[in-house]
């Protein structure tokens, strides 16, 4: 309560003194200069990111970079803390549901300030343009990823069960699969790891049924009756054993992506965004593949899209604008640090890094490079709204109440709706 | 234990004959000096906050532009706030049923420990130590592995053939959990009723096992009434500990109230809305509003306590 409230008073009083922020087209500076970095992920993202950091120094001996990283659940609550009590890091890695919100409430830099340092032009238009917002640019992509269906093989031979057609399947074939794979799992192996926790499945979902979450204008634009037949979808999964009993879900669904079903070999089938390959095989030990998503033939166009996986983008109050944009620079454009970082935050969208790379993968990677390279996808949905950030925990609180029988799929979607309504309204 | 005869004073109006006012006044000053950094503390850390955040609590503040007047529209949405009013229910069974709980076996052990074990120092100590730790951020890490689905608690009713769940990732039995935690750490009442069992004249017991009265009527009509104070003082202290529970549910949600909002504790809704949210001037109106709460259930507390407090003095 007390540190709440302490926070709250310190931001107070430093909005009042100190808003804009630098240029950051200004000379680098000779003195040493420390620069905060901080971005969430697994272990395996900590580990090539560091060793980015260190090559990095190494080139620049004047600028530290202190890495400040965590897992994606706490990253947020963090980076709000800091930005409010103005002690934001330089250096932040973005991600789409926030990027409005940030952007729009001045806390990043336009980077259009930041051009001498930081430049751009190897990145195809269309993929700069996701970290466009109100028309100046706050964020540089970092890579591109889709949603997409991993499958355990090991297990599936293991069960004697055949990997299902991934271009033909239906919602329906994947539970189908999901059960044989329960049946023959004897309790310790569920088919599916339930979704209905995070942004890329409802997407889908709504995509596949021709709706949209948002509308361009940033208003709520999902049916309820396309909602409703999501969460009866993952509902029918819990109470047919193919995926996990809800308490089960939901501990899992908490955790760490190494706790996850599919880290855990828990379960066979499970939704993820297709540069996860990597960071899940390394934790399963298990031969992995992607599948294209069920429902993708049956749909009247593709659900499927890019998806920037995260952004660059750099505090407007950084007190070293310029160093940060070197550096931004440098994880954007270096050939030598795209050779340590590969695909794990996704295939880079700069095309000459993602060329220069794709030979140098290993198997995991180039297996999720191609999976991109081969999918048809639809245009991208419109950048989350601000105010809408916590869609994500909007989603999963409904998918908890549904699951644990407190709300109808019916109710629930009606309520989703006039939440996350609500919270566009008041930003 | 001054401050529970503070706490006595207070609850009899005398004001004017104050401990501190009486002694001599060079003592006053030692007193001044080592109140000092509290003060120094309270002025320049606490203090200055607790005023903005009363004003913030009028405003639109979304943490990173400057704040906007918005007169009593914060205070009008708590109104239609169906997640605050949930957040109000889990708060008053969290601490209606963990207070009391808590209190019964800080009460049971501290008779325990008072008939003069062997070893007293240790199984004191040992039983305080929870309160230390209680709401510390590693207890509930711990409290998250051991009601987990494959937790020590699970494997313990294993063990009776027993098939356990996830108890904290089910909204049936995530408060229970915290509910547990809290009672768990019954150490620091414990101490104090300790204290207190010290301060009752043995002659008193004498005297009624002279007259035949058994070990339940002593208790009853001794320990009961001559401790009621210290039980009073305990009362109030751990219910406004308990309002103010936030790590506890923090940890062991990862934050976000879950499952289903059933552990959502008022201060965690009030961190979510301010840092989750961007949604700082609301956050700061709920912690006004959960001061005048708490106000309130102490205002009952003291009003209640002239029905069943004692004071012999």
Redesign the interface.
């Known amino acids: 309560m007390r540190r709440i409230a302490l926070a709250a008073a310190a931001a107070l009083m430093l909005t009042a003194c100190g808003s804009g922020g630098g240029s950051a087209g200004q000379e680098l500076s000779k003195e040493p200069v420390t620069l905060r970095f901080t971005w969430w992920g697994a272990d395996e993202r900590h580990k090539r990111t560091q060793q980015v950091i260190d090559l990095f120094q190494k080139k620049h001996p004047n600028i530290t970079v202190k890495g400040e990283f965590k897992d994606w659940n706490g990253y947020w609550e963090s980076l709000a803390t800091t930005v409010a009590a103005n002690d934001a890091p330089d250096v932040i890695q973005m991600d789409e549901l926030y990027l409005a919100s940030y952007a729009e409430r001045g806390a990043l830099l336009d980077l259009g300030t930041a051009t001498k340092h930081l430049k751009t032009a190897d990145f195809d238009k269309s993929a700069l343009d996701t970290g466009i917002v109100k028309g100046k640019q706050y964020a540089i992509p970092v890579g591109l990823s889709t949603y997409a269906i991993v499958a355990n093989t090991d297990l599936l031979d293991q069960f004697k069960i055949k990997l299902p057609d991934d271009g033909t399947w239906s919602w329906d074939d994947f539970k189908k699969a999901g059960a044989e794979v329960s049946k023959a799992g004897g309790g310790k192996v569920t088919g599916v790891q339930s979704f209905g926790f995070d942004a890329g499945s409802l997407n889908i979902w709504a995509r596949q049924n021709g709706a949209a979450l948002f509308d361009v204008a940033g208003k709520v634009a999902v049916p309820e009756n396309v909602l409703a037949s999501y969460w009866t979808f993952i509902k029918d999964l819990a109470k047919s054993g193919v995926s996990p009993a809800p308490s089960v879900t939901i501990e899992r669904a908490g955790g760490p992506l190494d706790q996850s079903g599919t880290a855990t070999n828990a379960s066979v089938f499970a939704t993820w965004w297709n540069t996860q390959l990597t960071s899940l095989s390394a934790a399963s030990g298990s031969k992995l593949k992607l599948l294209r998503l069920p429902g993708e033939s049956q749909a009247s166009s593709p659900a499927a899209y890019y998806k920037p996986s995260m952004f660059w983008s750099i505090s407007s109050r950084s007190k070293h604008p310029a160093e940060a944009a070197v550096f931004v620079d440098f994880l954007a454009n270096s050939e030598e640090a795209a050779n340590i970082l590969l695909t794990d935050r996704g295939v880079p969208a700069n095309t000459k890094i993602r060329a220069a790379i794709t030979p140098k993968l290993g198997e995991t990677d180039k297996a999720a490079v191609e999976f991109l390279d081969t999918i048809k996808v639809g245009t991208a949905p419109r950048v989350t709204p601000n105010g809408a950030s916590n869609l994500e925990a909007i989603i999963k609180r409904h998918t908890e109440e549904v699951l644990f029988d407190r709300l109808t799929p019916e109710q629930a979607a009606k309520s989703f709706i006039k939440e996350l309504q609500t919270e566009i309204d008041g930003a | 234990m001054s401050a529970l005869g503070e706490l006595q004073r207070m609850r009899k109006g005398s004001r004017g004959t104050l401990g501190v006012a009486r002694e001599p006044k060079k003592d006053n000053k030692a007193a001044f000096a080592f109140l000092l950094p509290w003060f120094a503390g309270l002025l320049f ?2 203090a ?6 009363f ?2 609590g009028f405003t639109d ?7 906007v007047f918005n007169g009593l529209d914060n205070w009008m949405r708590m109104l239609g706030d169906a997640r605050l009013h949930k957040a109000l229910g889990v708060t008053l069974v969290y601490v209606l049923v963990s207070v009391p709980l808590q209190l019964a076996c800080a009460l049971a052990l501290a008779l325990l420990l008072d008939k003069g074990l062997r070893g007293l120092a240790f199984y004191r100590s040992a039983f305080y130590l929870p309160s230390l730790l209680g709401s510390s951020v590693a207890i509930a890490v711990l409290w998250r592995q051991i009601f ?2 494959d937790g020590l608690f699970n494997q313990v009713l294993s063990m009776a053939g027993i098939e356990g ?8 039995s995530a408060l229970s959990t915290l509910i547990v935690l809290n009672v768990w750490t019954f150490g620091a009442p414990m101490v104090i009723f300790l204290a207190g069992l010290r301060q009752i004249p043995a002659m008193y017991y004498e005297a009624a096992a002279t007259d035949g009265a058994g070990k339940w009527t002593q208790f009853r009509r001794i320990t009961i009434p001559l401790l009621s104070p210290i039980v009073f003082f305990n009362l109030v202290l751990q219910v406004i500990h308990a309002f ?1 529970s ?1 790590t506890q549910a923090f940890v062991v ?4 109230g ?4 059933s552990t959502l504790f008022y ?1 965690l809704y ?2 979510q809305r ?7 001037g609301y ?2 109106a709920l ?1 006004w509003l ?1 001061l005048v709460i708490i106000a309130a259930f102490t205002a009952i507390n003291f009003w209640a306590a002239k029905f069943w407090v004692v004071y012999d003095d």
């Open positions: 850390i606490t200055g906050p607790i005023a903005a955040s004003v913030l503040y979304n943490l990173i532009q400057p704040p987990g689905a769940k996830g108890w904290i990732s089910d909204p049936d103010q936030f949600s990862g934050g976000s879950g499952p289903s909002d201060t009030l961190y301010g840092f989750g949210n961007f949604d700082m956050a700061s912690a959960l």
